[in-house]
């Protein structure tokens, strides 16, 4: 089976600019998670989305927003670039909405210039 | 809020030397704890898990005990090799689910 996919894998960007990551999870996971992992830290948790409503927010900014799919892929969006969004964002997929293990995908590096 | 705690690294080890990471974690109700595993230039792998205290996960060589008396996940291997070389993450999913990571412990096996 495929694991977690997310693309692109690479984007560089420019201060101020929008950006749209997206991911699909393991066939028959309906939960995606979004983290940050800024170089050199462990990863930050942003969301979580469980049959397509929100069910976990971390501490980011409103400029960070996520949706879920019916098709239960998901999509983070980030308004207003900053050079401190500059990080590998993570998307995991796990089963249900509680305390599961997360299958992680290979991550979208995002450099902010 | 719930977080956790891991040993400051960089750790370098000789090839079949014992390991230990240490990992310690505060939460409130009763979390999974796991170790996370990324290799160079790759994402993050499942190592290992335990779901309630006293459970024992283990994968790899790999092993590390649920201590809810002191709060504690610490992870071990007997005998490293030079393929562990790796970044080693120490996490919990609490009641709000979100999973939360300590901030990595770099491990370098020399043969």
């Known amino acids: 089976d495929a694991g977690v996919t997310q693309s692109p894998t690479h984007l560089i960007k420019t201060r101020g600019q929008h950006v749209t990551l997206r991911c699909s999870p393991i066939?028959?996971?309906?939960?995606v998670s979004w983290y940050q992992q800024v170089l050199g830290q462990g990863p930050q948790f942003i969301f979580q989305?469980?049959?397509?409503?929100?069910?976990g927010r971390g501490n980011f900014p409103d400029r960070f927003s996520a949706r879920q799919f019916p098709n239960y892929s998901s999509e983070l969006n980030v308004n207003a670039l900053l050079l401190g969004d500059s990080a590998l964002y993570l998307c995991?997929?796990?089963?249900?909405?509680?305390?599961?293990?997360?299958?992680f995908g290979p991550g979208t590096r995002l450099t902010v210039t | 809020g719930n977080s956790v705690t891991q040993m400051e690294g960089p750790v370098t080890l000789s090839e079949e030397a014992f390991l230990t990471i240490n990992c310690t974690y505060t939460?409130?109700?009763?979390?999974?704890l796991f170790w996370y595993v990324q290799y160079p230039g790759e994402g993050l792998q499942l190592l290992l898990k335990?779901?309630?205290?006293?459970d024992k996960g283990s994968n790899k060589g790999f092993e590390a005990t649920y201590r809810k008396e002191t709060t504690s996940f610490h992870l071990e291997k007997g005998s490293v090799q030079v393929s562990d070389s790796a970044v080693y993450f120490c996490?919990?999913?609490?009641?709000?689910?979100?999973?939360?990571f300590g901030a990595g412990t770099r491990l370098t096996v020399k043969p």
């Open positions: 995991a997929s796990s089963l249900g909405g509680g305390p599961y293990e997360q299958y």
């Open positions: 066939s028959g996971h309906k939960s």
């Open positions: 989305y469980y049959e397509k409503e929100e069910r």
């Open positions: 939460a409130t109700g009763y979390p999974s």
């Open positions: 335990a779901t309630k205290a006293d």
């Open positions: 996490a919990l999913v609490a009641n709000n689910n979100d999973m939360r």
